[in-house]
């Protein structure tokens, strides 16, 4: 509701909201609702696939649709002019700069996948407490380590951004890893032997670890591309900013410019 409130405040202050951008959003909220009450959210308690696959796409996949769906600019659009500034000072605030960066994201996706490789997942899977606060904290996390990426009020030199290229290239090949253990392991890492009371389709403890090692290795490098993306679409905002402001230089400065670039290789 909120967000449509202010599409509209957008278009009245002249500036059309992208139809796509609307589009995403909703979007995200139809993944969410199925997740939360589809077959995934009905049985995450008590198959581990279930668990996995409803984790990995609140993390990954609701908020990239939520990313690209730019929640942020369009409050600086149409929103209120006291949250709007708000939003002002919080992109820019240190924080913020830390978790907009690629380097940052793999290593929490890293850190948060790891712990279904310890006896810790099977308490957290079989917790209400725990199935609660993952649907509310799990998304925002994920929204708060990509929005950054794709809004853009934050802004990176280029050297930064090749560095962050050439790192999210090998940390993001890093998030794979608990799947792949999940699935070539040989005995239940979780320590929950017992087989889930169900229907007869219920998979035995392992064969489940298995499933939730195939899913989660497949959404983990699936969900590779956004990032990549956010990466390619900050670079080109960051190399038509650097060329705007070379362009701004009178001769004088450029010359200038020059001679203290040669002098310092030299």
Avoid: K
Wanted: contains cysteine; aromatic residues 10%.
């Amino acid at each position: 509701m909120t967000y449509g409130w202010w599409v509209v405040g957008a278009h009245r202050r002249g500036a059309p909201w992208p139809w796509w951008r609307t589009l995403s959003f909703a979007g995200a909220l139809v993944l969410f609702g199925i997740l939360q009450f589809g077959i995934v959210g009905v049985y995450d308690q008590t198959l581990r696939w279930a668990f996995v696959l409803r984790l990995s796409l609140l993390f990954f996949a609701v908020p990239t649709f939520a990313a690209f769906a730019a929640p942020v600019t369009l409050l600086r659009t149409g929103g209120p002019d006291r949250l709007a500034r708000g939003a002002s000072v919080l992109m820019g605030s240190r924080p913020v700069r830390v978790l907009g960066n690629a380097i940052v994201s793999p290593l929490v996706a890293l850190a948060l996948f790891c712990l279904l490789l310890t006896p810790l997942s099977a308490a957290i899977r079989t917790s209400s407490v725990w199935a609660i606060a993952i649907t509310v904290l799990v998304p925002v996390l994920g929204f708060g380590l990509l929005a950054p990426l794709s809004e853009p009020g934050v802004l990176r030199s280029s050297t930064f951004v090749t560095a962050e290229f050439l790192l999210a290239f090998v940390e993001l090949m890093l998030d794979a890893i608990p799947g792949i253990v999940l699935r070539i392991t040989d005995h239940v890492l979780d320590g929950a032997t017992r087989m889930a009371v169900g229907p007869g389709w219920f998979p035995s403890p392992l064969r489940d670890q298995h499933l939730a090692g195939d899913l989660l290795w497949f959404i983990a490098e699936v969900a590779d591309i956004p990032v990549l993306i956010s990466l390619f679409v900050r670079w080109q905002r960051t190399d038509r900013r650097e060329a705007r402001a070379v362009d701004a230089l009178s001769d004088e400065e450029m010359e200038a410019l020059t001679r203290a670039h040669l002098s310092r290789r030299g």
